[in-house]
C-alpha cells in the first residue's frame, strides 16, 4: 500500500455507515508516522424508531468528530442491496452521517468497496480477511479491529490518506 504523507500533522476519519452498526476509524499522520487514535461502531437497538435511531448516530457521530477534530473524512457509498427496505435504512444513516460533518465544516471523501479494497490491499477483489489484515499490518495494531465495521472504517480512513 503506497500511503502519501506529508510533513503536516493531521487526522484523518474513516466512516462506515449502517443503520445497526456505523462503524468509525480515526488515524492520527504525523510525518511519516500512522497511529490509529481510536475505532468502534455506533449501534443503534433494532427495535427503537427509525427516527430515534437516526438520532442516536447524530449524537455519537457528533461526539466523535468534536473529540478528535477530523480534518479529513471518508465514507464508504452505499453498493446495491437486494433487500430494498434495508438499503433505505442505510442510506438514511449515510445522510444523517454526511449531514452531521457537513455541520461540523467537513466534506467527506466517497468511496466505493472496490476503491477501499484497492487502497488498502492494492486488489479491488479483495477479500473482507485481507482488507482487515492489512489495516493491521498499516497501522501496526495488534489485533484486527473489532467488530468489522470498525475494521471497515479503518480501510476507508486509510483510502482517505491518498485521496
Same mark, same amino acid.
Given at each position: 500500500?503506497?500511503?502519501?504523507?506529508?510533513?503536516?500533522?493531521?487526522?484523518?476519519?474513516?466512516? *462506515?455507515?449502517?443503520?445497526?452498526?456505523?462503524?468509525?476509524?480515526?488515524?492520527?499522520?504525523?510525518?511519516?508516522? &500512522?497511529?490509529?487514535?481510536?475505532?468502534?461502531?455506533?449501534?443503534?437497538?433494532?427495535? !427503537?424508531?427509525?427516527?430515534?435511531?437516526?438520532?442516536?448516530?447524530?449524537?455519537?457521530?457528533?461526539?466523535?468528530?468534536?473529540?478528535?477534530?477530523?480534518?479529513?473524512?471518508?465514507?464508504?457509498?452505499?453498493?446495491?442491496?437486494?433487500? @430494498?427496505?434495508?438499503?433505505?435504512? @442505510?442510506?438514511?444513516?449515510?445522510?444523517?452521517?454526511?449531514?452531521? &460533518? =457537513? /455541520?461540523?465544516?467537513?466534506?467527506?471523501?466517497?468511496?466505493?468497496?472496490?476503491?477501499?479494497?484497492?487502497?488498502?490491499?492494492? =486488489?479491488?477483489?479483495?477479500?473482507? /480477511?485481507?482488507?482487515?489484515? !492489512?489495516?493491521?499490518?498499516?497501522?501496526?495494531? /495488534?489485533?484486527?479491529?473489532?467488530? *468489522?465495521?470498525?475494521? *471497515?472504517?479503518?480501510?476507508?480512513?486509510?483510502?482517505?490518506?491518498?485521496?
Amino acid at each position: 500500500m503506497t500511503i502519501i504523507l506529508t510533513s503536516m500533522t493531521k487526522i484523518v476519519l474513516g466512516i *462506515d455507515p449502517g443503520l445497526a452498526d456505523t462503524g468509525y476509524g480515526i488515524i492520527k499522520v504525523d510525518g511519516s508516522r &500512522l497511529n490509529c487514535l481510536a475505532y468502534g461502531s455506533i449501534k443503534t437497538p433494532a427495535k !427503537m424508531e427509525l427516527s430515534a435511531r437516526l438520532q442516536i448516530l447524530h449524537f455519537e457521530l457528533d461526539k466523535i468528530i468534536k473529540k478528535y477534530r477530523p480534518q479529513t473524512v471518508g465514507i464508504e457509498q452505499l453498493f446495491f442491496n437486494k433487500n @430494498v427496505t434495508s438499503a433505505l435504512a @442505510v442510506g438514511q444513516a449515510r445522510g444523517v452521517a454526511l449531514l452531521t &460533518l =457537513y /455541520q461540523n465544516g467537513l466534506v467527506a471523501h466517497d468511496f466505493t468497496p472496490a476503491q477501499v479494497k484497492r487502497a488498502v490491499c492494492a =486488489y479491488g477483489q479483495a477479500t473482507k /480477511q485481507q482488507v482487515q489484515k !492489512m489495516v493491521r499490518l498499516t497501522l501496526n495494531l /495488534q489485533e484486527i479491529p473489532k467488530p *468489522d465495521d470498525a475494521a *471497515d472504517a479503518l480501510a476507508v480512513a486509510l483510502a482517505t490518506l491518498n485521496k
